[in-house]
């Protein structure tokens, strides 16, 4: 029912301090989903894929471990013909190894929640290609299986349609890392494991680009005295993972 790969060995607490920098205490985690339609409180999530992001000793990024799940309707999806025709996904195929979205869930937050501790990062981020449909697909599943210990930024998010649009001149992901002399296989796209590879091959193509500008700027930050500050010094933050697993939630208004 999973191809999650195995976890890799912590990194050592050298290399994971650069991680915990690098993105001030977040860490990128590459979302993609494949759904039954394009609203996410009324159609199905029908896979999820998350890949972690890695670092070496020399600040670089790297694509690190991929997991991820078919993932049943839950009761009353919507399917929409149209998006099942894109994905080719048939939801109700009888090999297809699909388990609940809360089961695919809690799978994939445990494995994202290790990578978090080993690096010594506050919380995850999510990255994805139009990012802001996958985290509205991932919120929405989380609330609807009221599955805790979340670790992604309710809200915040990296996107790989921007940062490709800036770098390469192109949005499209396909074009992007053709452009990028990166790999793209037309034939197996519409995929959660192999648009998340994708993306996050892009996302870090551009961060390790964008690694000078990163250094300077965190020269600057050190002069400003922002680096001997606590992590989570900002008002209005989201708090730890630790604290945000057994905090209670605000009111609604």
Not at 21 to 34: A, H, K, N, S, T
Request: hydrophobic share 45%.
């Amino acid at each position: 029912m999973s191809a999650a790969e195995a976890p890799a060995p912590p990194p050592p607490p050298a290399v994971a301090a650069l991680m915990a920098c690098r993105f001030r205490g977040y860490l990128p985690v590459v979302i993609d989903v494949e759904s039954g339609g394009f609203h996410a409180a009324t159609d199905a999530l029908l896979e999820i894929a998350a890949v972690l992001i890695d670092i070496d000793a020399a600040g670089t990024l790297r694509r690190g471990a991929t997991h991820n799940y078919h993932v049943q309707p839950f009761a009353g999806a919507r399917l929409d013909p149209a998006s099942l025709s894109v994905t080719g996904i048939d939801p109700h195929h009888p090999l297809r190894p699909a388990i609940p979205e809360r089961d695919a869930l809690q799978r994939i937050f445990r494995e994202v929640r290790h990578a978090v501790r080993a690096y010594g990062c506050r919380r995850a981020i999510l990255v994805g290609h139009n990012a802001a449909f996958d985290l509205a697909f991932l919120n929405a599943a989380v609330a609807r299986a009221d599955v805790k210990r979340n670790p992604f930024h309710p809200f915040s998010c990296f996107d790989t349609a921007t940062l490709a649009g800036a770098a390469f001149g192109q949005t499209v992901l396909a074009k992007a890392l053709t452009v990028a002399g990166l790999e793209w296989d037309a034939g197996s796209a519409h995929n959660a494991r192999y648009d998340a590879e994708r993306s996050a091959d892009i996302f870090c193509l551009v961060c390790n680009r964008l690694r000078e500008s990163f250094e300077g700027a965190r020269e600057r930050a050190a002069a400003l005295g922002w680096l001997s500050a606590p992590a989570d010094d900002a008002a209005g933050e989201e708090p730890p993972l630790e604290d945000a697993i057994t905090a209670p939630r605000p009111p609604r208004s």
